[in-house]
C-alpha cells in the first residue's frame, strides 16, 4: 500500500532551511531519507519552500481571487511530503514516528487513492 | 453534601474503580463469558455511583454496591435482548452470585481467569496487551491507542473484535491445567513485558503517558504474582521491570539529553527498587526452574551490580545472553549479546556476532545499528562507521537519543 507523508514543520523547522547542513535537523533528515531508502520502501518525496513563498489561487464567482502564501496562519505549515510503499499502515505509522519532523512539528499519514486516480488517468 | 464531601466521595469512586476494576470485570466475565457486556455493565454503575453517593453517602462496601449494580444492569440488558431462553443460564450464574455477594466483602478474584483469557492463543498476540490493559486495569482505548501507535478509532475496534471473539469463540475462563500452564503463563508473562516494553521506549518521565505504562505493566505482574505466588517466571518478569525501572531518572541529564547504561551514575538509580528486585530474583532462582524473565531479570542485577563494585561484569552478562540466545535467538538478544561480548572480549568479537545477523531481518531495527555504529567507531572504521550511524539515527524515534548519536556521529 502506498502512504503519503504529509510533513508539518514548526517555523523553527523552516528556520533550518537556510542552514549550511551541518545542523542537527538536516542531519537527523539525512539519515532518515537513508533509512527509507534502505529498507526499500521509499517512492518519492520532496521538501517545500518555506510557507512565505506560496501563492493560493481561488476562482469566486468567475473573479480570480490570489493570495500570498498557505490559507491559514497556523503554528504549523505543510513542508514537504514523501510517498512510501509498505505492508500496512502500521507501519506506515512506525516510519512517521521515526521522522525528525514528528518530534517538533507533526506528520500526517495518508493513504493514496489509487482507485480515484485509476478513475481519473483512465 | 458539602463540596469537600463531595470531592472525597468522587475520589473514592476513583479509588475503587481503580482498584476494583479488575476484579470486577473478571468476575463478571467469568459468569456470562461476555467482556464487553461486563465493561458496559461496570461502567453504567460507576455513573449511577457517580450520581447516587454522593447524594445517600458512601455505602459501606463500594465494591460490592458496585458489583450488585453492574449484575443487575447485566441482567437488564440481557431481558432487554429478549434471548431469555438462550440466557437463562447466564442469569442463573449471576443471581446464584447474589447470596455469597451480598453479605460477603470478599467475592472470588478471577483476575487471573481473565488475563489468561486475554492472552489466550486464539487471540491475534498482537492484541493480548491492549485487552489486559484495557479489562483489567480500565485503561481506555484511546489512551492505549497512542502507547501502541495506532489511530484511536483503530485500536477501538481492533478492541471491540477482540472481545466479540473471546465471546463467540467460548474462550473459556478458567486456569489451565498443569500441561497447559507454562505455554499459557508465557503468554501472559510475554503481553504483561510488551506493555513494560512500550512504555519503556516512550522514554524518560518526560512523557507521562509512557511512564504511566510502565507502572500499569509492573501492577499486573504483582496481581499475577499474588495469585501464583510459585511461578518462578512471574517473579522474575517482576524482578526484570523493577530494576529497570530503578534506572528510570538516571535516563535523562539536566537538559533531558539522554545518557546511556554504561555512562549513568549510579547514585540517581533507586535502591528500594533494586533492593526489591534482588529478593525476587533470589526467590526465583531458588526454586530452580530458570527461564527467560529470570536470565534477563539476571542481566539487569549484573548491572545493578555497579552501584556496589564500581564495575560491569561483562563475562557474567555475555553468559547471561548465551543461555538466551539458546532459548531464542530473537534480533535483540543477539543484538543483546554481541554488545555484551564486545565489552568483555573487545569490539572485533562483537562485530563478528552482528555480522552473522542476516541483513533483511535488521533494516528497521534501530538497535542493531547503534551497536554497529559504536563497535565499528572502535575500530576505527569511519565510513562504516558514518553509515551505520546514519541507519541508526535515522530508526530512531526519541529525538534524546537522535541528538545523542548525531553527536556520537560527529
Redesign the interface.
Known amino acids: 500500500m502506498r502512504f503519503a507523508l504529509l510533513i508539518y514543520e514548526s517555523p523553527e523547522g523552516f528556520k533550518m532551511r537556510s542552514s549550511d547542513g551541518t545542523d542537527?535537523y538536516t542531519?537527523?533528515w539525512?539519515?532518515?531519507?537513508?533509512?527509507?531508502v534502505?529498507?526499500?520502501i521509499y517512492v518519492g518525496g520532496d521538501p517545500l519552500q518555506v510557507p512565505e513563498t506560496g501563492t493560493t489561487v481561488r476562482i469566486k464567482d468567475g473573479k480570480r481571487h490570489v493570495q500570498d502564501g498557505p490559507f491559514a496562519d497556523t503554528k504549523e505549515n505543510l513542508g514537504g511530503f514523501a510517498i512510501l510503499e509498505v505492508p500496512s499502515?502500521?507501519i506506515a505509522?512506525?516510519w512517521a514516528?521515526?521522522c525528525?519532523a514528528?518530534?517538533?512539528g507533526a506528520v500526517e499519514v495518508r493513504p493514496l487513492a489509487t482507485d480515484t486516480k485509476d478513475r481519473i488517468v483512465g | 453534601m458539602s463540596g469537600e464531601a463531595l470531592e472525597d466521595t468522587q475520589r473514592t469512586i476513583e479509588r475503587v474503580a481503580r482498584e476494583s476494576y479488575g476484579r470486577l470485570v473478571a468476575y463478571l466475565s467469568t459468569h456470562t463469558r461476555d467482556v464487553a457486556a461486563a465493561e458496559d455493565a461496570l461502567s453504567e454503575a460507576l455513573l449511577v455511583a457517580l450520581r447516587v453517593w454522593p447524594r445517600d453517602g458512601l455505602p459501606q462496601n463500594p465494591e460490592a454496591w458496585l458489583l450488585t449494580a453492574a449484575r443487575r444492569s447485566i441482567i437488564d440488558l440481557i431481558r432487554h435482548q429478549r434471548v431469555v431462553s438462550e440466557s437463562e443460564p447466564t442469569l442463573l450464574l449471576l443471581k446464584e452470585g447474589s447470596t455469597e455477594m451480598n453479605s460477603a466483602t470478599d467475592f472470588p478474584d478471577d483476575r487471573l481467569k481473565l488475563l489468561f483469557v486475554c492472552a489466550h492463543p486464539a487471540i491475534d498476540p498482537a492484541m493480548h496487551t491492549p485487552l489486559m490493559l484495557q479489562t483489567v486495569l480500565g485503561l481506555d482505548a484511546a489512551r492505549i491507542a497512542g502507547a501502541f501507535l495506532v489511530s484511536p478509532k483503530t485500536m477501538g475496534q481492533r478492541l471491540v473484535r477482540a472481545k466479540t471473539k473471546i465471546r463467540d469463540a467460548g474462550i473459556q475462563f478458567e486456569i489451565p491445567d498443569k500441561r497447559e500452564l507454562p505455554g499459557r503463563l508465557e503468554a501472559v508473562l510475554e503481553a504483561i513485558y510488551a506493555g513494560f516494553g512500550i512504555g519503556w521506549d516512550d522514554m524518560a518521565g518526560t512523557d507521562q503517558r509512557g511512564r504511566d505504562l510502565t507502572e500499569e505493566a509492573i501492577w499486573l505482574a504483582r496481581v499475577l504474582l499474588e495469585l501464583i505466588p510459585d511461578e518462578p517466571e512471574a517473579r522474575g518478569l517482576l524482578a526484570l521491570m523493577l530494576y529497570c525501572e530503578a534506572r528510570r531518572s538516571a535516563r535523562r541529564g539536566a537538559d533531558h539529553e539522554y545518557i546511556p547504561l554504561s555512562e549513568q551514575d549510579p547514585r540517581q538509580w533507586s535502591f528500594p527498587l533494586i533492593d526489591e528486585a534482588e529478593k525476587h530474583l533470589a526467590a526465583a532462582f531458588h526454586s530452580g526452574r530458570p527461564g527467560r524473565f529470570q536470565l534477563e531479570a539476571a542481566i539487569q542485577s549484573a548491572h545493578a551490580e555497579r552501584a556496589r563494585s564500581g564495575r560491569t561484569d561483562w563475562a557474567a552478562i555475555s553468559a547471561f545472553y548465551q543461555q538466551l540466545i539458546r532459548i531464542s535467538p530473537t534480533l535483540g538478544r543477539r543484538t543483546g549479546y554481541a554488545a555484551a561480548l564486545a565489552e568483555a572480549n573487545g569490539p572485533q568479537a562483537g562485530l563478528a556476532v552482528l555480522n552473522a545477523i542476516e541483513s533483511d531481518a535488521v533494516s528497521s531495527y534501530q538497535p542493531y545499528w547503534a551497536v554497529r555504529a559504536h563497535l565499528l567507531q572502535q575500530l576505527g572504521k569511519t565510513p562504516e562507521a558514518l553509515d551505520a550511524y546514519d541507519r541508526a539515527i535515522g530508526l530512531t524515534e526519541d529525538p534524546a537519543v537522535r541528538e545523542f548519536l548525531l553527536k556520537r556521529r560527529g
Open positions: 542537527s542531519g537527523a539525512r539519515a532518515y531519507h537513508r533509512s527509507l534502505e529498507a526499500g499502515l502500521d505509522l512506525d514516528a521515526r525528525p514528528a518530534s517538533i
